[in-house]
């Protein structure tokens, strides 16, 4: 068997070695510290820490790269902060239609918003630029900067817990993304944190 984190071969029945499990335990712990210093408003910059602690971290980067299963998608010069692996993801945008109104039988566009789920199982990576969403055999890229909006709803009656985001568009409307997980609802909290702490952008949760 190959070791899920280093790649390298780690013996019969076995998924990894010790040495990189604990080394790897140890590097995500620096990071949830970072991220929660971040979100309890005690540290200015999020990003430069967690990349800091990516550089001297050799192990953390490769597990990081072998949990994503379309690296090739992922920009060369891009440093890998962070994998949420196996997100349901959703784009609510709106899509212009054609109706017919008034006397003269013109034709007007009417903004028609509507949701598409993307995936099910979909891979968020977020690297120093940007955000990328890997779903099956196709990738949508986000860099930092398109993004205007994030923000986070709370689980309701029979709808779990979802991060959604926000990204640059010409239309009145917002061109959002829905992402959560029905079972590791813990998941979409995950996101909004690493995505605020990434961008710097302060959440505020009323
Ligand atoms: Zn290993």
């Given at each position: 068997?190959?070791?899920?984190?280093?790649?390298?071969?780690?013996?019969?029945?076995?998924?990894?070695?010790?040495?990189?499990?604990?080394?790897?335990?140890?590097?995500?712990?620096?990071?949830?510290?970072?991220?929660?210093?971040?979100?309890?408003?005690?540290?200015?910059?999020?990003?430069?820490?967690?990349?800091?602690?990516?550089?001297?971290?050799?192990?953390?980067?490769?597990?990081?790269?072998?949990?994503?299963?379309?690296?090739?998608?992922?920009?060369?010069?891009?440093?890998?902060?962070?994998?949420?692996?196996?997100?349901?993801?959703?784009?609510?945008?709106?899509?212009?239609?054609?109706?017919?109104?008034?006397?003269?039988?013109?034709?007007?566009?009417?903004?028609?918003?509507?949701?598409?789920?993307?995936?099910?199982?979909?891979?968020?990576?977020?690297?120093?630029?940007?955000?990328?969403?890997?779903?099956?055999?196709?990738?949508?890229?986000?860099?930092?900067?398109?993004?205007?909006?994030?923000?986070?709803?709370?689980?309701?009656?029979?709808?779990p817990p979802?991060?959604?985001?926000?990204?640059?568009?010409?239309?009145?409307?917002?061109?959002?993304?829905?992402?959560?997980?029905?079972?590791?609802k813990e998941?979409?909290?995950?996101?909004?944190?690493?995505?605020?702490?990434?961008?710097?952008?302060?959440?505020?949760?009323?």
């Amino acid at each position: 068997m190959k070791c899920s984190i280093c790649g390298q071969q780690c013996g019969l029945f076995k998924s990894y070695h010790e040495d990189c499990k604990s080394a790897m335990i140890m590097a995500a712990t620096k990071i949830y510290s970072i991220i929660n210093r971040y979100e309890n408003g005690n540290l200015a910059c999020g990003k430069m820490e967690m990349i800091e602690l990516i550089k001297n971290e050799p192990l953390y980067r490769m597990y990081l790269m072998n949990q994503i299963s379309g690296k090739d998608q992922i920009y060369n010069n891009e440093i890998i902060l962070y994998v949420e692996k196996n997100v349901a993801v959703s784009e609510q945008k709106n899509r212009c239609t054609m109706v017919r109104t008034g006397y003269r039988w013109e034709r007007k566009p009417v903004w028609n918003p509507s949701s598409v789920l993307l995936s099910d199982s979909a891979d968020m990576v977020f690297t120093d630029k940007a955000v990328y969403l890997l779903l099956m055999g196709s990738s949508m890229r986000y860099p930092y900067g398109k993004i205007v909006n994030i923000g986070y709803n709370d689980e309701k009656f029979m709808c779990p817990p979802e991060v959604f985001f926000d990204v640059k568009t010409t239309s009145p409307f917002p061109h959002r993304f829905f992402v959560w997980n029905k079972y590791q609802k813990e998941k979409a909290e995950k996101v909004k944190q690493v995505l605020s702490c990434i961008m710097g952008y302060k959440y505020m949760q009323w």
